[in-house]
């Protein structure tokens, strides 16, 4: 779930679990109607909030082991629990540390171990690679991962960091402004509408641009000898070595393009993809009732 600061992702994450009072609306979360039946909703759902939410003077594992107890756990079952998770999570003798003097990234891990705890179906993740090093946030993604596809967990990602949804994603959703604008598989994205090619070429290929372009197709010239081609097919791959033999030009490699994530996301955002915009998006209200 992608969105510029302010789009409505948190918002949308806590009218779903019922932090938020909403003023209309119904669906389903897990079979379970919402939001009469949230209740329920909430306990098959292993939430990670951006913001921290640990209880001073506890350590890390009786952190995880009372989220654990609060999900209807035995202090025993709790306790072993708590443990094969933190294991799971990496944690070493620091899960014997009061939480307040973990750094921004072991209180991350800790948060992520809370949300596991009880073993739910659905894991809703509000960036949880935020405040994270580089190495701390490729273990943090690789589990994910790991849930993802051995474990049979369904996660929902809320992130801004384009990166992240590379790596782990299978479909994306995008909010601008509290409404949904695009919902679609990450290969759909990328799939450029019209075919698309890459070029990659050796020494100056400019005659050669200008060829492509005289032809009628657009054309635009990347870094490092690369030329992007939209709407060329098969059909006229031998005209386009052909422009490459007039203009001396050499050809080092020819590929399918794909668009790339950070163009979708900017273009979305800012209005310029009316194309993959639904016709009917849902808003996700941002004056809900958030008094507690």
Same mark, same amino acid.
């Given at each position: 779930?992608?969105?510029?600061?302010?789009?409505?992702?948190?918002?949308?994450?806590?009218?779903?679990?019922?932090?938020?009072?909403?003023?209309?609306?119904?669906?389903?979360?897990?079979?379970?109607?919402?939001?009469?039946?949230?209740?329920?909703?909430?306990?098959?759902?292993?939430?990670?909030?951006?913001?921290?939410?640990?209880?001073?003077?506890?350590?890390?594992?009786?952190?995880?082991?009372?989220?654990?107890?609060? &999900?209807?756990?035995?202090?025993?079952?709790?306790?072993?629990?708590?443990?094969?998770?933190?294991?799971?999570?990496?944690?070493?003798?620091?899960?014997?540390?009061?939480?307040e003097s973990y750094s921004?990234? $072991?209180?991350?891990?800790?948060?992520?171990?809370?949300?596991?705890?009880?073993?739910?179906? /659905? /894991?809703?993740?509000?960036?949880?690679?935020?405040?994270?090093?580089?190495?701390?946030?490729?273990?943090?993604?690789?589990?994910?991962?790991?849930?993802?596809?051995?474990?049979?967990?369904?996660?929902?990602? &809320?992130?801004?960091?384009?990166?992240?949804?590379?790596?782990?994603?299978?479909?994306?959703?995008?909010?601008?402004?509290?409404?949904?604008?695009?919902?679609? &598989?990450?290969?759909?994205l990328s799939r450029p509408?019209?075919?698309?090619?890459?070029?990659?070429?050796?020494?100056?290929?400019?005659?050669?641009?200008?060829?492509?372009?005289?032809?009628?197709?657009?054309?635009?010239?990347?870094?490092?000898?690369?030329?992007?081609?939209?709407?060329?097919?098969?059909?006229? $791959?031998?005209?386009?070595?052909?422009?490459?033999?007039?203009?001396?030009?050499?050809?080092?490699?020819?590929?399918?393009?794909?668009?790339?994530?950070?163009?979708?996301? $900017?273009?979305?955002?800012?209005?310029?993809?009316?194309?993959?915009?639904? &016709?009917?998006?849902?808003?996700?209200?941002?004056?809900?009732?958030?008094?507690?």
């Open positions: 779930m992608l969105g510029p600061n302010g789009s409505g992702k948190s918002t949308l994450i806590k009218a779903l679990l019922g932090l938020l009072k909403t003023q209309s609306g119904h669906g389903q979360v897990l079979g379970y109607a919402w939001p009469k039946q949230v209740r329920s909703i909430r306990d098959s759902v292993g939430f990670l909030p951006e913001d921290d939410c640990y209880i001073a003077g506890l350590v890390g594992v009786e952190s995880v082991a009372l989220m654990a107890r609060l &999900s209807g756990l035995s202090g025993t079952e709790g306790l072993r629990r708590a443990h094969e998770i933190m294991d799971f999570c990496d944690f070493g003798e620091e899960r014997y540390r009061e939480v921004t990234g $072991m209180r991350q891990k800790l948060k992520f171990a809370q949300s596991l705890v009880h073993d739910p179906p /659905l /894991l809703i993740l509000d960036e949880p690679t935020t405040g994270l090093d580089p190495d701390q946030r490729a273990a943090m993604l690789s589990r994910i991962r790991t849930l993802a596809s051995r474990h049979g967990k369904s996660v929902i990602l &809320s992130t801004h960091i384009l990166p992240d949804v590379r790596a782990v994603c299978d479909n994306v959703i995008i909010l601008v402004e509290g409404t949904v604008r695009v919902v679609d &598989s990450l290969a759909n509408v019209a075919p698309t090619i890459h070029i990659h070429t050796l020494g100056n290929h400019d005659d050669f641009v200008a060829r492509i372009a005289a032809a009628g197709f657009a054309v635009s010239t990347e870094s490092e000898g690369g030329i992007r081609v939209e709407g060329i097919d098969d059909r006229e $791959m031998p005209r386009l070595w052909g422009w490459a033999a007039e203009t001396h030009t050499s050809i080092r490699g020819l590929e399918p393009a794909l668009n790339s994530l950070d163009k979708i996301f $900017m273009d979305v955002a800012l209005g310029r993809s009316a194309s993959t915009i639904e &016709s009917e998006p849902h808003a996700i209200r941002e004056d809900a009732d958030a008094s507690q």
